[in-house]
C-alpha cells in the first residue's frame, strides 16, 4: 500500500485488499523492531564483505569473513539476508577448450601421484596444466603450477601461444620464488609437458615430472579445480577487449585476490597465503611477481 500511495487512496486500497485503514496507518506508524534493525545493520557488512570479494562469495565465506572480524552470526541467517537482497556467490560451470596435445613419440614421466594429492609441507607436490583465456583478439593461454599443501600458485604465466615456452615460463617463476629441494611436478602428458626443453629444465632444478593418464581429469583434479574456479569468478564474468587487458585481469586475480585472500572451504577457510603463513615456523621467499604486465 505504501508503495502505491501516489497512485490510489488508502482507502480504496483498504477496502481492496480487506484491512482496515486504521490498522494500516498503525502499521506504518510502528518502530522497526530491535531484530529488524540488527538485520539492517548485518546486511551492510555482508554487502561490504561480498563486495570485497568481486561479488563471489557465497554465505559459507562471508560467514567466515564475518567470523574473523570478531562477529558471531549463523550461516543460516547470513545465508537468508543474502538471499533475501539478492547476494549470491559465483556458481562453477563445466567445458572448455582442449589444450593437451600428447606427442605421440615422446615418452611421459611415471605418475608419482596416482591421485593422491595430499601434502604435508610447501614445495613436497605441485600439479601444473593449461587452460584458455578468450579476449576479442583471439585466446590467451594460462599455465599455471599450484602448490598442493595451500592450493597457492607460485608459477604462472600467459602467452598466445601452445608452445613448451609457455609451461617453462610457468616453471622458471615457481622455480625461482620456491626455491624447492625434490618436488614432484605433477601435470597431464601433453606434448608442452613431455618436451625434451621441459624435462632438461626440471633434471637441472632438481624437478621431479610426474604424469597422469591420458583424458582423466582426475588425475589432475587439483589443477582442474583451480581453473573451475577462476572460470567462474573471473571469466566468465569478464569479457576482455584486448589480450593487455586478459593479462592484467588474471594477474589481479592470482596475485591480488586468489593467492592472499580467497578463502578456501579445504584449508579451514583461510587464503592460500594465511594458511603458509600460519603453518608454517620459517617464512617462506616472498613473491617476485615475474608475470607482471
Known amino acids: 500500500m505504501s508503495a502505491n500511495q501516489a ?3 488508502i482507502t480504496v486500497m483498504a477496502r481492496t485488499l480487506g484491512v482496515s485503514k486504521a490498522g494500516y496507518y498503525a502499521w506504518a506508524g510502528r518502530q522497526p523492531s530491535a531484530r529488524r534493525v540488527a ?4 546486511l551492510k557488512r555482508i554487502r561490504t564483505v561480498h563486495l570485497g570479494s568481486h561479488e563471489t562469495y557465497g554465505a559459507p565465506r562471508v560467514h567466515a569473513d564475518l567470523r574473523e572480524q570478531g562477529e558471531r552470526h549463523s550461516r543460516k541467517r547470513i545465508a537468508r539476508l543474502m538471499r533475501e537482497a539478492g547476494l549470491v556467490g559465483a556458481s562453477h560451470r563445466r567445458g572448455g577448450s582442449v589444450t593437451t596435445r600428447r606427442d605421440q613419440e615422446a615418452r611421459p614421466a611415471p605418475d608419482l601421484v596416482d591421485r593422491n594429492f595430499a ?3 610447501p614445495n613436497q607436490l605441485w600439479v601444473a596444466d593449461i587452460t584458455y583465456v578468450p579476449t576479442a583478439a583471439g585466446f590467451l593461454y594460462l ?8 592450493r597457492r600458485i607460485v608459477g604462472w604465466a600467459m602467452a598466445n601461444h601452445l608452445r613448451s615456452e609457455l609451461v617453462l615460463d610457468a616453471l622458471e617463476m615457481a622455480v625461482t620464488q620456491r626455491r624447492p629441494r625434490d618436488v614432484i611436478h605433477h601435470s597431464d602428458q601433453g ?3 613431455t618436451s625434451l626443453a621441459f624435462g632438461s629444465r626440471c633434471q637441472e632444478a632438481g624437478v621431479r ?3 597422469g593418464s591420458v583424458g582423466d581429469a582426475y588425475d589432475n583434479a587439483m589443477a582442474e579445480s583451480f581453473f573451475s574456479t577462476l572460470e567462474c569468478e573471473l571469466l566468465a564474468r569478464r569479457r576482455f577487449r584486448s589480450q593487455a587487458e586478459a593479462r592484467m585481469a588474471c594477474f589481479s586475480y592470482i596475485e591480488g585476490f586468489y593467492n592472499p585472500l580467497r578463502r578456501h572451504s579445504a584449508l579451514g577457510y583461510r587464503s592460500p597465503v594465511v594458511y603458509e603463513q600460519e603453518t608454517q615456523p620459517d617464512p ?3 613473491p617476485l611477481f615475474s608475470q607482471a604486465p
Open 7 to 9: 497512485d490510489f487512496p
Open 209 to 211: 615430472p610426474s604424469m
Open 284 to 286: 617462506l621467499p616472498e
Open 39 to 42: 538485520d539492517a545493520a548485518l
Open 143 to 150: 599455465a599455471v603450477v599450484l602448490d598442493a599443501f595451500s
Open 119 to 121: 601434502a604435508a609441507a
Open 191 to 193: 606434448s608442452q609437458y
